[in-house]
């Protein structure tokens, strides 16, 4: 958690920033002013990143992208970064991407996001996008992991299967086994893939409900509480009940609130609120927070 206010910063929030540790990758989310100083507070290096991706071109989701940006020159990243965002903020991006001077090495990809659904796949799994109820046009995101199979030391013992053999098997499907084949079904169960969802700066809408569907971590906007509700709505932002709703209706496990707006100065009221609708593990992000995927169900 790089940063966790909305809007703008106070003495105890930055503005947004989410990096996402995945396998190996390292997305990072709407970088808000200030990402640069986060990410060194945070221990989080400039080749850490693989993917940039913005929800929508308000200030405090995307200020920080020019100096993330000349971060990965200055530190001569070696890898591809891959650059997802609104694709109606192109000129946005552009203008960030070069808000100043400096020698570009680094090997930024753009991928403008045009519309609902696939953004990009690899070994790490799916990276989609769906459409949000902002004012200015703002996708949220969601990374599924391919789903894959568990091995069951017990079945393997009993067909004689260890060592190197246990590997070949999970690459090939089936092995040699005391003069007869062992499919990798009889030793193993399914295992679903693990989900992330992303949603920030949005009213209530189809599109928060799909992302956030069984997700493993929900990182979720709560910018006001509920006593601020017809605000909420006005501003297309979400309230801690609502956003604690969605992760009860979609049987999320582990419930991220974050992007707090600066009237707030008690942390606990949004917790206090979201409890009262989601009996499931609850986070208030704080800034430099480390908040673990949770261990797969």
Do not use: K
């Not at 989080?44 to 929508?56: G, N, Q, S």
């Amino acid at each position: 958690m790089l940063g966790t206010a909305s809007q703008a910063p106070t003495r105890t929030r930055n503005h947004n920033g989410y990096l996402l540790r995945w396998d190996g990758e390292g997305i990072l989310f709407d970088p808000g002013e200030g990402t640069q100083r986060q990410m060194a507070h945070a221990g989080v290096a400039a080749t850490d990143i693989t993917r940039l991706c913005l929800t929508h071109f308000h200030g405090d989701h995307c200020l920080g992208v020019p100096g993330v940006v000349q971060r990965l020159s200055l530190d001569r990243v070696a890898h591809p970064v891959y650059a997802h965002y609104p694709a109606s903020g192109t000129e946005f991006f552009a203008r960030l991407r070069r808000a100043c001077a400096f020698h570009e090495t680094a090997d930024l990809r753009e991928l403008p996001v045009t519309g609902d659904g696939v953004v990009a796949t690899g070994a790490f799994g799916t990276l989609s996008a769906r459409r949000l109820d902002h004012p200015v046009e703002a996708y949220g995101y969601r990374l599924v992991e391919p789903d894959g199979r568990r091995m069951l030391p017990d079945r393997l013992a009993a067909h004689g299967i260890a060592g190197p053999d246990v590997g070949r098997l999970q690459r090939e499907g089936r092995i040699a086994v005391g003069g007869r084949t062992v499919e990798l079904e009889e030793v193993s169960e399914h295992r679903s893939g693990q989900v992330f969802a992303f949603v920030m700066d949005t009213r209530l809408c189809d599109a928060v409900y799909d992302l956030a569907n069984r997700a493993d971590l929900l990182v979720i906007e709560s910018t006001f509480l509920d006593a601020e509700a017809d605000q909420a709505r006005e501003y297309a932002h979400l309230t801690a009940a609502e956003a604690a709703r969605v992760a009860a209706d979609c049987h999320v496990r582990t419930l991220v609130l974050t992007h707090f707006s600066q009237r707030y100065d008690d942390p606990a009221a949004f917790h206090a609120e979201a409890s009262r609708h989601f009996a499931g593990d609850i986070v208030v992000a704080e800034d430099l927070m480390r908040v673990p995927v949770p261990r797969r169900a």
